[in-house]
């Protein structure tokens, strides 16, 4: 009976989001000049939301972390075996994830975006604890302790939280970290993107992410390139994008995770499997203004845009501690729920993304921070932090001027109502 009644409630909101149109579905998406703008020209909430359709020095911004999200989506195997080849070969898996040929020159400007950035390890498939996978991860007893049995296992076969860690070295230290999540990939992860639901029968990937976060970040603080400032990211798409701030959430001990890259994410965080001592300090940190920061980037009209309205779970309803950041970029050129949720091939939200930033002479621009939310993360300051510019103009800049009306006529949002001017 119980299971029967969860389905229910969890296909009931589905078929609302797929049945109820967003107006940015039926906009036919014309071309339009890209101006020189930086990140968050114009902004609401001091800061908190951002329209970037027209900023190239944004969207340079946030490119490389679009590439690897979409990237997760590759087998894990397929870099692993990129390692043993010419350095490189993980930045060409990626160029291929977002369906960019060998040559042109937007291709060589998707390499330039990922300069530094380099695959070191993962993980995909069901994991009980990590160091018995693979005995690089610290062992963990709390692990071992926390295992499900025999019959929640069998459930969730198949099932885990697949991701990739890259490092973006400078000379011999790493300057940043990004732990990379893999989203949907076929039906058997809704049975994570339905945890409130089938969590009681099934050891879905947030289970099994809350008992193997600490090896993750175990792992990355034992990487030699690691320095006491190396910053760690979490990254993901949809369902990945979830689960990069459940491992922010999660994470005990330090060093913590900064930053969160929430690509068109789920509205669930699975929040509520963490003990809320441990959720206070991700998001609060030791001290005043050392808080856990999430950007949640998405395409307007894309599948979840309208859930997480609807849906306003942990840390959508928050405004500080952790800061929580919505920037909006309409970069997909398809019309459509699922057309416009997609991040990889050919067109996908990443391309979308790499397209926009392809700018001559523009410096990347992050966006600026909300004064009365300061955090832990350190924003790119100088141009050696920053991503290398691009080296020709872009004839790809597309945006859709009309896309801009929803999101500049007072939408809810977090129960405030907001204004955006167009850029």
Request: glycine residues 10%; positive net charge.
């Amino acid at each position: 009976m119980l299971p029967t009644i969860s389905k229910a409630f969890f296909l009931i909101p589905v078929a609302l989001l797929f049945l109820t149109p967003h107006p940015a579905t039926a906009q036919a998406g014309p071309r339009a000049p890209q101006l020189r703008v930086p990140c968050g020209y114009r902004t609401a909430e001091g800061g908190r939301l951002i329209s970037a359709e027209y900023s190239a020095p944004c969207a340079r911004y946030y490119a490389p972390y679009a590439m690897q999200a979409a990237a997760a989506y590759l087998p894990v195997g397929n870099f692993e075996t990129a390692r043993t080849q010419p350095t490189g070969s993980d930045v060409e898996l990626t160029l291929g994830a977002l369906g960019l040929p060998a040559a042109g020159d937007l291709s060589d400007h998707a390499r330039k975006l990922l300069t530094g950035w380099r695959y070191e390890f993962g993980s995909e498939g069901y994991i009980t604890c990590l160091h018995d996978k693979d005995a690089a991860y610290p062992e963990d007893e709390s692990c071992e302790r926390a295992s499900a049995g025999w019959l929640r296992r069998r459930l969730a076969f198949g099932v885990g939280p697949a991701f990739n860690v890259w490092a973006r070295r400078r000379t011999d230290r790493c300057v940043e970290v990004s732990i990379v999540f893999r989203g949907t990939a076929g039906l058997r992860d809704f049975i994570s993107n339905g945890r409130r639901y089938t969590g009681w029968a099934a050891d879905e990937a947030y289970q099994q992410l809350s008992r193997n976060v600490d090896a993750i970040v175990g792992r990355v603080a034992k990487m030699g390139c690691f320095r006491k400032r190396t910053q760690i990211v979490a990254v993901g798409h949809s369902l990945g994008a979830g689960l990069a701030e459940f491992s922010a959430f999660a994470r005990k001990g330090r060093p913590r995770i900064t930053k969160v890259f929430a690509f068109d994410p789920s509205s669930e965080t699975g929040e509520g499997l963490i003990d809320p001592a441990t959720v206070n300090a991700n998001v609060k940190g030791n001290r005043k203004g050392r808080g856990l920061e999430i950007d949640i980037v998405y395409q307007p009209g894309e599948a979840l845009e309208q859930l997480r309205a609807s849906d306003l779970q942990f840390p959508l309803d928050r405004k500080c501690e952790p800061l929580v950041r919505t920037v909006r970029f309409d970069v997909v050129r398809e019309r459509g729920l699922v057309a416009q949720h997609a991040i990889r091939g050919n067109g996908g939200f990443a391309f979308g993304m790499v397209e926009t930033s392809y700018f001559d002479g523009q410096p990347t621009s992050a966006p600026p921070p909300v004064q009365d939310c300061k955090t832990r993360y350190r924003r790119p300051s100088t141009s050696d932090d920053m991503v290398v510019q691009s080296g020709a103009r872009a004839t790809y800049a597309r945006m859709d001027r009309s896309s801009l009306k929803g999101f500049s006529a007072g939408r809810k949002y977090s129960g405030k109502r907001f204004a955006v001017g167009q850029l």
